[in-house]
């Protein structure tokens, strides 16, 4: 079975703090993609990374960051000196790499993040 | 670049009557997602569809169906709504299942049942 845990349900920050938000995830697949996607208040589900499972490098754009280890299933998003309009849901997704699962998304709980001016 | 499109962005439907909402994909997408997120949850999936053929199914209610037109645009239809099914769904796109491939999302249908 697939699953996907964001154990922090909320998190609050004061501007310029570093946050990061922890991902987990199970499969039994060999092969699998991982992404985050951001849902900001006005709803839209917005991309932010894509990885699968044989690239272990750890990436940054601008102020944002990610690691993935897969000794420990974890997949976790720092924000560097974070500012309000990264305020919003973060989503935590695998896809199994199964032909009978047809690619379907699996999404964690999600965090939500508060950063205060 | 053309986005995932779903129409309409908001609806309000009174209990027991019926919803269709519609997503075109990118063009040359092949896949289509549906997806339910309620207030405050995760986003869980419905129903996928890969070149027109249902790929897929999750926790759909037997009250929802869906289908994938030769367009490749899909329509998931609701019937005897409850207030349970008020809800942002999502339609997200994608070539060969994901596989290799990202997913796009639109921008959802809120629908809200009263």
């Known amino acids: 079975a697939q699953k996907v845990t964001q154990a922090q349900t909320e998190i609050s920050v004061v501007e310029k703090e570093d946050v990061t938000l922890d991902c987990v995830y199970e499969t039994r697949d060999t092969t699998y993609y991982l992404f985050w996607y951001k849902q900001p208040p006005s709803g839209e589900l917005v991309f932010l990374i894509r990885r699968n499972s044989f690239d272990e490098q750890n990436e940054i754009s601008g102020r944002y960051s990610w690691n993935f280890q897969k000794s420990t299933s974890s997949f976790n998003f720092t924000i560097t000196a974070s500012q309000v309009v990264d305020s919003a849901v973060y989503f935590c997704a695998l896809r199994a790499d199964d032909y009978n699962q047809g690619g379907k998304l699996i999404f964690g709980q999600g965090t939500e993040l508060s950063v205060k001016p | 670049a053309a986005g995932v499109i779903q129409s309409p962005r908001h609806l309000i439907k009174e209990k027991r009557e019926t919803a269709t909402l519609k997503c075109y994909p990118i063009p040359r997408h092949d896949t289509v997602y549906w997806y339910q997120q309620g207030p405050g949850q995760d986003p869980q999936f419905l129903i996928s569809f890969y070149e027109k053929m249902q790929s897929d199914k999750g926790s759909i209610p037997d009250r929802f169906s869906a289908q994938q037109f030769s367009d490749y645009h899909s329509e998931l239809n609701m019937s005897s709504l409850e207030l349970g099914d008020s809800a942002l769904y999502f339609c997200?796109?994608?070539?060969?299942?994901?596989?290799?491939?990202?997913?796009?999302f639109g921008s959802g249908t809120r629908l809200t049942v009263v």
């Open positions: 997200a796109s994608s070539l060969e299942r994901g596989r290799n491939y990202g997913y796009t």
